[in-house]
């Protein structure tokens, strides 16, 4: 199957510091891939759409500036979260689509700010 | 209304049962569904596409009712290492975004 690799697996970060997540597709190419985010006995979700070449696409509720999305290349994006405060704290995880809108998830980031 | 809603749960069955999982979804244009596996801390893994016509997999059946807008997962005669949440998602708008309901907890016991 469909191989993604998410990196740090995990990370603790202090208040107003930055954070970037890579996720990469190791055995495809990704004209898409995805972020979400995960609480504790949540859902996933969505936090944006990354396209390879142009801009991220955010869903309503989340900040652009806070969460810079960048999609350098058709195997690599990645998430930074700026200033991250401690309500940052989440599983950050990144999917990717190889061109069947079936999904495949990297083993995801689990992020605490202290 | 949420766009995907499932089963509360949690669900506790015994070795060798069968369990079944419903899921609903709000937008009816809706094409793509998916039932997910997820461990605990861990990514949710792709489990099987729901197809219009149906799909079985081993023990595994998943289910597409249209008119009444839900899919169902089947679970027969249930392992111990079937024990996880089950998330269903479906592809949902233009944009094809992905929508996940909030998963539903299994846990098969000896």
């Known amino acids: 199957g469909a191989v993604v690799s998410q990196h740090p697996s995990w990370v603790i970060c202090k208040s107003g510091t930055s954070v970037k997540i890579e996720c990469r597709s190791l055995d495809f190419q990704a004209t898409t891939m995805f972020w979400y985010r995960q609480f504790p006995k949540q859902s996933l979700m969505l936090m944006a759409t990354?396209?390879?070449?142009?801009?991220?696409?955010?869903e309503q509720g989340v900040e652009k500036d806070k969460f810079l999305i960048n999609h350098a290349s058709l195997t690599l994006s990645t998430l930074t979260v700026t200033s991250a405060h401690p309500e940052d704290s989440s599983f950050y995880i990144c999917?990717?689509?190889?061109?069947?809108?079936?999904?495949?998830f990297g083993p995801g980031t689990r992020l605490t700010v202290t | 209304r949420k766009e995907v809603e499932q089963d509360p749960g949690p669900f506790n069955v015994p070795e060798g049962a069968t369990v079944a999982f419903n899921c609903t979804y709000s937008n009816s244009a809706s094409q793509s569904f998916f039932w997910y596996r997820q461990d605990c801390r861990k990514e949710p893994k792709l489990l099987m596409s729901?197809?219009?016509s149906g799909n079985e997999d081993g023990r595994f059946t998943a289910q597409l009712n249209r008119a009444s807008q839900y899919i169902s997962l089947l679970i027969r005669d249930s392992k111990l290492s079937d024990s996880a949440t089950y998330l269903c998602?479906?592809?949902?708008?233009?944009?094809?975004?992905?929508?996940f309901g909030a998963g539903t907890r299994l846990t098969v016991k000896p």
């Open positions: 729901v197809y219009s």
């Open positions: 990354s396209n390879e070449g142009s801009k991220a696409t955010y």
């Open positions: 999917s990717a689509d190889r061109g069947t809108y079936e999904q495949y």
């Open positions: 998602a479906v592809l949902m708008g233009e944009d094809n975004d992905m929508r």
